[in-house]
């Protein structure tokens, strides 16, 4: 499901490890872009910081432990954005949105070395806002409506991301995702889209990856790497999914993520469509010049050159 990666490994030229400092040497040079130590890195500060829960820490209990969000939050989460504020201060990435961070240092899966912690980052504030306390029950409005479209009921959503989740080997992620092209190679393009095309998803995902690299906004997520549930349930991945299903799951935030994703989407096709109609309106001219040049050729008439 991951896009082929890029033939020639930039990362190599990352980051050196020597020389760092005292070169304004290229951190990463594609063929669309490029990525430089800034000239003047004494006025950037890289601003990533901490987003808290929208809950206290102690809110999710008995569910999730405090403990666990001490360490969670407090320390992986914290991790995660220190390292990247590190990373990128004084690059061309400072300054840039986190979601564009994530998308230029995926690198066609030739990870970049920022990539791990900006997604991280990323997954992990989703995850939070994934949850609420006195959550969980079924979800409702247009957000029902399509799960039951798509998934045939709530219930057998409910296995599909359970099963994901569980069987997600190692580190990473499940999601609910809603899915704007239906093509399911990488990122390429619908040529042909259409509403019907517009679905939700469930998808797993190893490590940091998430599914904004597929083109596909996520709606919710759990994070099973094992430092989300340890503490609470030891090695029982299973109990902690049902859990987060039956007791935490915010399904108002759900359901605000697919409002703004369907209008997200919407957006992009209207600019798509502009973009498609000024391509064409730059083409007439040329297209009538031709056409007057061709029709005007060997009449001996020089009136519509004056
Ligand atoms: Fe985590």
């Given at each position: 499901m991951l896009a082929t990666p890029a033939p020639v490994s930039l990362a190599s030229a990352l980051l050196p490890a020597q020389g760092w400092k005292s070169s304004r040497s290229l951190l990463w040079r594609g063929k669309r872009r490029t990525c430089s130590r800034k000239?003047?890195?004494?006025?950037i500060i890289a601003k990533f910081e901490l987003k808290p829960p929208?809950?206290?820490?102690?809110?999710?209990?008995?569910?999730?432990?405090r403990e666990t969000l001490e360490y969670h939050w407090g320390k992986h989460h914290r991790g995660y954005v220190d390292n990247l504020n590190r990373q990128i201060?004084?690059?061309?990435?400072?300054?840039?949105t986190l979601e564009d961070i994530i998308t230029i240092t995926y690198n066609k899966g030739d990870l970049l070395p920022a990539f791990n912690n900006a997604a991280q980052v990323w997954n992990h504030t989703s995850f939070w806002e994934s949850m609420k306390p006195g959550g969980g029950g079924e979800p409702s409005g247009d957000l029902l409506e399509l799960i039951k479209r798509d998934f045939g009921s709530f219930e057998r959503f409910v296995e599909e991301f359970k099963l994901a989740a569980s069987t997600q080997f190692g580190s990473g992620w499940a999601w609910l995702a809603y899915k704007a092209?239906?093509?399911?190679?990488?990122?390429?393009?619908?040529?042909r889209p259409s509403e019907e095309d517009k679905k939700l998803v469930v998808v797993k995902s190893p490590?940091?990856?998430?599914?904004l690299l597929w083109d596909c906004n996520p709606l919710l997520t759990i994070d099973v790497w094992e430092h989300a549930y340890y503490l609470d349930f030891q090695n029982h991945r299973p109990d902690y999914i049902s859990i987060f299903m039956e007791k935490l799951v915010s399904w108002e935030a759900v359901s605000s993520r697919l409002e703004m994703a369907k209008a997200q989407v919407a957006n992009r096709e209207r600019e798509e469509e502009r973009r498609k109609r000024a391509e064409e309106e730059e083409q007439m001219p040329y297209s009538e010049a031709v056409k007057m040049y061709l029709e005007s050729d060997g009449d001996g008439d020089d009136s519509e050159a004056e």
């Open positions: 000239g003047n890195s004494s006025l929208p809950y206290p820490l102690s809110a999710l209990e008995p569910h999730m432990s201060v004084g690059t061309e990435l400072d300054g840039m092209n239906r093509l399911d190679v990488g990122n390429a393009v619908n040529p490590n940091a990856i998430n599914p």
